[in-house]
Nanobody, 123 residues
Framework: QGPVVESGGGLVQAGGSLRLSCAAS????????MNWFRQAPGKEREFVAA????????DYGDSAKGRFTMSRDNAKNTVALQMNSLKPEDTGIYYC????????????????WGQGTQVTVSS
């Protein structure tokens, strides 16, 4: 396993919910911003959500606003992405990324990607 590992993906019906988790190893986890990206088949990778090192600041992609919530627990070196009101267009591989900065700054700096977890939303 790498320094960033995602879990919680699966198959869900439209309108349902899923909670993705991301575990990051290393004592410096709390210094990193954490980000979620996703990629659907045949489409470009898309920014989903980001949270700063403190957990006080979050940003969301347009597709996630109002439906997804990102949080972190620095004591457990984990972040979560709660996804509600899921739509078939949310289907894709979701990647967790530990980085020096939130993706919305335009430059994450040094970053570490997980292997991804598959989310499939059926209509």
């Amino acid at each position: 396993q790498g320094p960033v590992v995602e879990s919680g993906g699966g198959l869900v019906q439209a309108g349902g919910s899923l909670r993705l988790s991301c575990a990051a190893s290393g004592r410096t986890f709390r210094n990193y911003a954490m980000n979620w990206f996703r990629q659907a088949p045949g489409k470009e990778r898309e920014f989903v959500a980001a949270i700063d090192w403190s957990g006080e600041n979050t940003d969301y992609g347009d597709s996630a606003k109002g439906r997804f919530t990102m949080s972190r627990d620095n004591a457990k070196n984990t972040v979560a992405l709660q996804m509600n009101s899921l739509k078939p267009e949310d289907t894709g591989i979701y990647y967790c990324v530990a980085a020096e900065r939130m993706a919305t700054t335009g430059n994450m700096g040094l970053n570490y990607w997980g292997q991804g977890t598959q989310v499939t939303v059926s209509s």
